[in-house]
């Protein structure tokens, strides 16, 4: 059974960076496609970016300018940072695993808890 946990700091404040890391069990992310997730209040679920089994990266064009997603093969994680926060940044945060790639958030068979993160001063 695959499982993913997200940790990471809760509040971050506006102009900073957001940085959360994925702990995988159960299976390798050197297998299979590694995204992130967020789902703002009151909307619905947004893909931000994937990590393939091979290390390769594929973020959604709108946040490629502020998103990096990179892995530790070694500790099983991989992470998200995304810079420049401002308050629309503002979600739960999943981390969730595809067998095949898409940015299609439905499509993916594991996930996380999620982690809120709230970007305030």
């Known amino acids: 059974q695959v499982q993913l946990q997200e940790s990471g700091p809760g509040l971050v404040k506006p102009s900073q960076t957001l940085s959360l890391t994925c702990t995988v069990s159960?299976?390798?992310?050197?297998?299979?496609?590694w995204s992130w997730i967020r789902q703002p209040p009151g909307k619905g679920l947004e893909w931000m970016g994937a990590?393939?089994?091979?290390?390769?990266?594929y973020y959604k064009p709108s946040l490629k300018s502020r998103t990096s997603i990179s892995r530790d093969t070694s500790k099983n994680q991989f992470t998200l940072q995304l810079s420049s926060v401002t308050p629309e940044d503002t979600a739960v945060y999943y981390c969730?695993?595809?067998?095949?790639?898409?940015?299609?958030?439905?499509?993916?068979?594991?996930w996380g808890q999620g982690t809120q993160v709230t970007v305030s001063s």
């Open positions: 159960g299976g390798s992310i050197t297998t299979n496609y």
């Open positions: 990590i393939t089994y091979s290390g390769s990266t």
């Open positions: 969730a695993r595809g067998e095949v790639f898409t940015t299609h958030p439905n499509e993916y068979d594991y």
